[in-house]
Nanobody, 121 residues
Framework: VQLVESGGGLVQAGRSLRLSCAAS????????IGWFRQVPGKEREGVSSISYNDGTTYYEDSVKGRFTISSDNAKNTVYLQMNDLKPEDTAVYYC???????????????WGQGTLVTVSA
């Protein structure tokens, strides 16, 4: 069972990035997929989630209107399109799969290794 994130990098404020989260060893079906982020020295925080069953999405207030979560069932991949990035979005971004989403990820059973997003001013 593995989740692999990709798509992180260094961008200027106002630009966009798309993160990908690909699953192997299991399918996303019946799971809720969440994106989380963590700045070194700070607690991990939730960003967004999508329910694979019905496609219901959720966004934290800090990213609402700028980030979009989506899924490609055929590829067993979830994406996080991040637009109008801000320096405060700088963090390691993790995807996770589990039974339910909470801000701190308690409902997640599987985690990826993370991908670094750095937004310069």
């Amino acid at each position: 069972v593995q989740l692999v994130e990709s798509g992180g990098g260094l961008v200027q404020a106002g630009r966009s990035l798309r993160l990908s989260c690909a699953a192997s060893g299991f399918t996303f079906e019946d799971y809720t997929i969440g994106w989380f982020r963590q700045v070194p020295g700070k607690e991990r925080e939730g960003v967004s989630s999508i329910s694979y069953n019905d496609g219901t999405t959720y966004y934290e207030d800090s990213v609402k209107g700028r980030f979009t979560i989506s899924s490609d069932n055929a590829k067993n991949t979830v994406y996080l399109q991040m637009n109008d990035l801000k320096p405060e979005d700088t963090a390691v971004y993790y995807c996770a799969a589990g039974e339910f989403y909470t801000d701190y990820g308690e409902g997640m059973a599987y985690w990826g290794q993370g991908t670094l997003v750095t937004v310069s001013a």
